[in-house]
């Protein structure tokens, strides 16, 4: 399976601030997912994001608060822009498995916001 | 209704018992069947996969998925200490990767 891993592990931000996540792959991918993770809850799809092309976002997130950048086949940003408590959560990176349909998952980034 | 629904627990057992973990969805659509495993801090593992119905083996780990009643299904037989942990059902449908994710449960085993 792939090694994937995510900067900042953590961070603690103040609001109206935005913070950018990386996520990094130690082979070529061609599709990288970011998730949210809020407090015992499941895991939402933020958006898809595909080397080459703009990311496609799913209901409910928009481009202008979660921008996302995919400039290789090893590497994404997540940028959680003009940071509310509400923003406070878990941020997932993902890529797809070897096997169909299935996924790879970091680490995580634990945001807080005050 | 949400399209995966998973009872969140949690789930306390002693050591050795037999875990049954169960997430029903609404979709007849869904075709690819996984259940991730996630601990403290971690990021969800891929535990098990299972495409359409039927069971698939894997050491103490057994997934079971009945498409008649929409039911998925994990088994962990002998339960350990290092089990304890939140299992997350997840599936799809149509062949995008965009998985579907249960609320999760949470296990505690016993020592």
Redesign the interface.
Known sequence: SAVISQKPSRDICQRGTSLTIQCQVDSQVTMMFWYRQQPGQSLTLIATANQGSEATYESGFVIDKFPISRPNLTFSTLTVSNMSPEDSSIYLCSVEGTVQETQYFGPGTRLLVL | QKE?E?D?GPLSVPEGAIVSLNCTYSNSAFQ?F?W?RQYS??????LM?T?SSGNKEDGRFTAQVDKSSKYISLFIRDSQPSDSATY?CAT?GD?S???I????TRLLVRP
């Open positions: 995966v998973q969140p690819y996984m991730y801090r971690k990021g969800p593992e891929l996969y495409y997350l799809s062949s990767y965009k998985l994710f249960g609320s999760g």
